[in-house]
């Protein structure tokens, strides 16, 4: 595959630059304002010391887009439809402004798909962040919006329309009003996303006197539509204090119909003897809200400050499902008629309060101290019916009702300086943790009390300009979501569910990596991370019944040795380039089921980005982007190899202030998720699309002195929110 592509994509690149040299001017022009000559821009992906930054503004295949579009884009992150965002084998919690995203699953999927990747500035991403920050997951994804300081009026409008198999569209705007004392800001997005999802599965039942391969295609339609909005308002009170509210909402309606076929073969026969049909009606409604009060009192002139922040977030969602099964057996009539309906609820109230304290000492050395409580209340509700004729008939024994409570203190400082050449930061963060875990169908009852300590450490070596050495390490944590601890099961079919795991522990992420940069531009690193009791779904087949269900389970260890190189080129002024390469070492052993699977392999991945200028003169840009990933093993799943080269073009109308875009995501289509099993009774697999492969056209205009604006900060329910489904 990769002797394919390659060809293609250079092919494509070098098209790109010889219609850019046919329109380059002879000399670069520059614009002079007041004697101040502007001649540079910033390069799509930056790396610092504590981050690695993509502009998303410069970027034409990701601002044209959605939020969630635009993750795939940024260097190192993956995705998927199940609304995990990850880098390696870390989990990412996703941040807008410095405020933790308080959805996980198809809620963090769509709400992110409903928000316009055009009023995005750039995403920013942490693999080891600072102490300050919550330890919920591997790293952060800090999306930052476009900001201005103008006084009055301003904001932005856009819109696009995507075509895959269906027709998607996002709209949306921001505004900000800033006048002396006061600045109230906010924003709306709305999505309308359909797409198609086809997955082939199968499923070999094997015992030592029988044999049966159950093969299915399944054809899954989504229709999500979604209405995201924030409104905020900062007064100053005098010169040293601030106050602010700010409320968010987000409402979703999905609306999903999946229909299956699989086919039977039995002993080894080519034919199949039976045939299972399976139509599965879907609809869920979600909506979430956050409510926050923040005051912040300046202390002093020199930087001391106290900020303290107050949320209630309530969140709700209804699920309504119905599950339609026959199967045909050769040369008999039709049987085995199974048809249920599911409705389930859940209802999740989280109270939470920080308080942040920013000093210094002996004038030069930063401190940063807080402590934080929240509490959280869960409550599941789980209905199973048969119906029959029509009639639904209550089948207490497969219901479930669970409850889950949460209470969480925590603490941290850190401190940070300069000596000489060197930049020390060093901090550490300890939380202390309850849970309840009540499932009153079941009678079961699960209870942790825990106190964890994470400890960071940031060191940077300036040996000159052009050599720059750093070091850095900490641990963090990932909590398991809610609905992953609910023990409740959601029949897909008469043989098949999902059902959640009560006894699940948090993982525990421990890295360091050692980096050099040189010249500014050029950096090579190399680190280690170890992952404990990874919260990982895994798939239990039972070849006697056969029966197949997925559930949680916490892997043992897996460690990764990791190699990496990053570089901005610019060949020409009117050609930008960045390249990104990391390759791994992976080692991992766990139990699983009933045995012990230990795996050693290699991991490799490309990035790159070609920018290019067409037409300055008519403000003409195309973005040639390209990536691959190699096949690795996530614990006993073996998941293939995926690629992807995506090309857009973009060009400035209405006097700069106006935007339109097209771009074609995936051309080639080689973006499908692909994993299958081979690990002592277990046999299955499956190969998923995703509707990856589309054409997009948006539209984004600004008005006013400049672009939205807020005041960035954190409120103190990020993290619980988030495990919110």
Partial sequence: MMKTILPIFILISFTLSAAAQQNRPD??????????????????????????????????????????????????????????????????????????????????????????????????????????????????????????????????INGAYTQATFGSQTAGGTFNYKQNKLNIYGNYGFSNKSIRRQMNTYTIYQTPDSYSDWRGKRTIDPVNKSHSYQLGLDYDINPRQVFGFRVTGFNSDRNTDSRTITNVFNDHVSVADSTLNTNVRSNSASNNYSFNLNYKLKLDSAGNSLNIDVDYVPYANNSRQYVNALTYIQDKNLNNNFNIFTPSTQRINIWSGKADLTYKIAGKWAMESGIKYTSIASDNLFLYNNVLEGAFSPDDGKSNNFKYTENTAAAYTSISGTLGKWDLQAGLRGEHTRTTGNSITQQLITRRNYLRLFPTLFITYKASEDHVFSFNYNSRMERPAYMQLNPARSYSSPYSFQQGNPALRPAIFRSGELSYTFKQNYTLTASYSKLQDLVSNVTVQDNVSKTFYDTQQNLDNIEDYTLGFMTNLRPTDWWDMNVTIEGAYRKQHSMYTDGYFSSDDYILYLNTTQSFVLSKKHGIKAELSGRYESPVYQGVYHVDRTSDISLGFSKSILKQQGTVKLAFADIFYKNPYKLDIAYLQQRNGMIQKNDTRNVSLSFSYKFGKNTFSSRKRQTASEEERRRAN
């Fill in 27 to 156: 000399t670069m022009k520059v614009q002079q304002l007041k004697d101040i000559v502007v001649t540079s821009r910033l390069p799509q992906v930056e790396r610092r010391n504590d981050k690695v930054i993509f502009n998303v503004q410069n970027s034409i295949l990701a601002s044209g887009s959605t939020v969630w579009d635009a993750l795939r884009k940024a260097p190192g992150i993956q995705t998927n439809e199940n609304g995990q965002v990850t880098q390696g084998t870390k989990s990412m919690t996703v941040y807008i402004d410095g405020k933790q995203v308080q959805m996980t699953g198809e809620d963090l999927t769509a709400y992110l798909s409903g928000l316009p990747a055009d009023n995005v500035s750039r995403i920013e991403i942490m693999r080891t962040p600072s102490a300050k920050y919550d330890i919920q997951g591997g790293g952060i994804v800090n999306i930052i919006t476009k900001k201005s300081k103008a006084q009055g009026f301003n904001g932005t």
